[in-house]
T-cell receptor
Framework: EDQVTQSPEALRLQEGESSSLNCSYTVSGLRGLFWYRQDPGKGPEFLFTLYSAGEEKEKERLKATLTKKESFLHITAPKPEDSATYLCAVLEVGFKTIFGAGTRLFVKA | NAGVTQTPKFQVLKTGQSMTLQCAQDMNHNSMYWYRQDPGMGLRLIYYSASEGTTDKGEVPNGYNVSRLNKREFSLRLESAAPSQTSVYFC?????????????FGAGTRLSVL
């Protein structure tokens, strides 16, 4: 069964404490992997798209990487404003998008 | 820059009542989607419309119907609401369903069915 699993479910960090979020997937064929950020009471907001193993994308304190079986979202020296839920989504060859359940990130000042 | 607009933002229904959730996008996107989001679960696709005039079932279509009214608008209807349909509903749009399928989401409708 095709699925996308995110870990951990929740992550609590001190401001400045770098860490990584994981997204592992088992799908029939990968067309793209997407990362979204979701703030409480709002809809998801697009961050990155990755298409092939070895690809990396960066935006401010965030860096997304992709292997054949998983993706990591690295957060360097996080700030309280980085607190949000981060969603991973996989686009399959049949253009079906599967979302993970998300990782809730809390960054304390 | 409105993007994707959903109405209403909140709704409380009694079991058996019907209602329509409205969604409109101003980005001239071809594809539109309806998802539900439940605690501990990923966004699950209810219905989608790849282009104006077409609609298709997603992962969890039972109990819902949709209408792609025109290129801008995509509505979701609950004919007879059930407590299991208590959820947060998101509408999204994308330029197309290809590999550049970046989806833009509305702020959501929080629905409670009593």
């Amino acid at each position: 069964e095709d699925q996308v699993t995110q870990s951990p479910e929740a992550l609590r960090l001190q401001e400045g404490e770098s860490s990584s979020l994981n997204c592992s997937y088992t799908v029939s064929g990968l067309r793209g992997l997407f990362w979204y950020r979701q703030d409480p009471g709002k809809g998801p907001e697009f961050l990155f798209t990755l298409y092939s193993a070895g690809e990396e994308k960066e935006k401010e304190r965030l860096k997304a990487t992709l292997t054949k079986k998983e993706s990591f979202l690295h957060i360097t020296a996080p700030k309280p404003e980085d607190s949000a839920t981060y969603l991973c989504a996989v686009l399959e060859v049949g253009f079906k998008t599967i979302f993970g359940a998300g990782t809730r990130l809390f960054v304390k000042a | 820059n409105a993007g994707v607009t959903q109405t209403p933002k909140f709704q409380v229904l009694k079991t058996g009542q019907s209602m329509t959730l409205q969604c409109a996008q101003d980005m001239n996107h071809n594809s539109m989607y309806w998802y539900r989001q439940d605690p501990g679960m990923g966004l699950r696709l209810i219905y989608y419309s790849a282009s104006e005039g077409t609609t298709d079932k997603g992962e969890v279509p039972n109990g819902y119907n949709v209408s792609r009214l025109n290129k801008r608008e995509f509505s979701l209807r609950l004919e007879s609401a059930a407590p299991s349909q208590t959820s947060v509903y998101f509408c999204a749009s994308s330029e197309a369903r290809g590999s550049q399928n970046i989806q833009y989401f509305g702020a959501g409708t929080r629905l409670s069915v009593l």
